[in-house]
């Protein structure tokens, strides 16, 4: 079964600090991955995905097939960087391209 | 452009009553997803809707059943509610395949059932 796995509940720095947010998975094919961010009272959003391998609000994340693992990372946080990060997964193809897997979420606070 | 718009946004039931949500798009996708979230959870997939015509299961589709009316709308019916459907509903669209499109969300609908 496939699965997203995003360690840190909550994760505090402080402005300037630069940040990474972890994410592992496991997928029996090729997966895509992909960084979905809800900032406060607005609705969940795409942030970056692995296919388009582009940087957005200086967020960047490296898919490690080997560990496994796509890190989201920035090197100086912003304070408007606070929301709460979701890593998902899709298929490649077939029934998986239209299905996300989303993780639990890691709430990120930068710290003025 | 209103995106993807959700009613109601908030609803109780009682244990076995029945509601439908409902969810409609005007940027002319072609997919359209319904998601549920518990506390500390993240989005888990219910039914999507590949393009119009087409629904298909998700990871917890039970207890659920969808409509995809036409291009614009896709429903979500509770036919007996129950508390473990207590969650807050999330619909969204693309254009089409996920790894190409990039998903657009709603606002929620927060469900509880007591």
């Known amino acids: 079964a496939q699965r997203v796995t995003q360690p840190e509940k909550l994760l505090s720095v402080f402005k300037g600090a630069p940040v990474e947010l972890k994410c592992n998975y496991s997928?029996?094919?090729?997966?895509?991955l992909f960084w979905y961010v809800q900032y406060s009272r607005q609705r969940l959003q795409l942030l970056l995905r692995?296919?388009s391998r582009e940087s957005i609000k200086g967020f960047t994340a490296d898919l490690n097939k080997g560990e496994t693992s796509f890190h989201l990372k920035k090197p100086f946080a912003q304070e408007e960087d606070s929301a709460m990060y979701y890593c998902a997964l899709s298929g490649q193809e077939g029934a998986g391209s239209y299905q996300l897997t989303f993780g639990k979420g890691t709430k990120l606070s930068v710290i003025p | 452009n209103a995106g993807v718009t959700q009613t109601p946004k908030f609803q109780v039931l009682k244990t076995g009553q029945s509601m439908t949500l409902q969810c409609a798009q005007d940027?002319?996708?072609?997919?359209m997803y319904w998601y549920r979230q518990d506390p500390g959870m993240g989005l888990r997939l219910i039914y999507y809707s590949a393009s119009e015509g087409t629904t298909d299961k998700g990871e917890v589709p039970n207890g659920y059943n969808v409509s995809r009316l036409n291009k614009r709308e896709f429903s979500l019916r509770l036919e007996s509610a129950a508390p473990s459907q207590t969650s807050v509903y999330f619909c969204a669209s693309s254009e089409g395949l996920i790894l190409l499109y990039e998903q657009y969300f709603g606002p929620g609908t927060r469900l509880t059932v007591t």
């Open positions: 940027m002319n996708h072609n997919s």
């Open positions: 997928y029996s094919g090729s997966p895509e």
């Open positions: 692995h296919i």
